[in-house]
């Protein structure tokens, strides 16, 4: 059964492989945490509506494969995002250093007005590595907000995905809504993006 919806929105969730990007979209879409699942190949893709600030919003949110194999695979899903969740576990450095190499990813393949913000991950777990202040300190650097999630205890995962539509909502603000449909007629193409546009 179909629900009407104001907006329809395409997010993206890229990182490090096992930085938890899985989780977090699991924790979202169905208030399901599971420690071992196996390893994303490729990109999966789930949908939720919200409601948010008195629309009702489709999000379409992609899971993209860390592996570096995958990754020509999901630059052609940087067309058209809206928005893009970077994951990083905040008890692994190297997916904290990475995230300036996703940066670029997203630099080199995403429109120039994505939004954007940054995850540190894991932040249940006592053998952390990465600071908080490590976090906000990058987050601040790239002009992204910040927060620190745990998909295991459903830490701020609600908070991520509603700032997120904030911010894009923020963005089309002044721009005519007929982007739903125009979004229906370019599902799966490369084309215009955006919504409430």
């Known amino acids: 059964m179909s629900k009407k919806y104001d907006c329809l929105f395409k997010l993206l969730i890229i990182g490090e492989s096992g930085v938890g990007k899985t989780c977090i979209l699991l924790r979202f879409t ?44 999901t630059k052609t899903y940087y067309k058209g995002a809206h928005g893009i969740i970077l994951t990083y576990d905040v008890t692994d450095q190297n997916s904290f250093k990475n995230i300036r190499n996703w940066i670029k990813q997203i630099e080199a393949n995403a429109q120039t007005n994505v939004c954007k913000v940054l995850v540190g991950n894991k932040c249940d777990k006592p053998d952390r590595v990465v ?5 906000k300190n990058l987050a601040n650097e790239y002009k992204m907000n910040f927060f620190e999630t745990s998909a295991k205890t459903n830490k701020n995962i609600n908070e991520v995905f509603n700032n997120l539509t904030h911010e894009i909502l923020l963005a089309n603000q002044g721009k005519n809504q007929s982007q739903g449909e125009q979004l229906k007629k370019n599902d799966g193409k490369r084309g215009k993006s955006g919504c409430c546009k």
């Not at 999966?44 to 948010?52: A, N, P, R």
């Not at 600071?131 to 976090?135: K, L, M």
């Open 30 to 73: 169905d208030d399901s945490f599971t420690a071992n699942h196996l390893t994303t190949i490729g990109i999966d893709f789930k949908i939720k509506i919200i409601e948010l600030e008195g629309k009702v919003i489709k999000l379409q949110i992609w899971d993209t494969a860390g592996q570096e194999r995958f990754r020509t695979i």
């Open 131 to 135: 600071t908080e202040e490590d976090g």
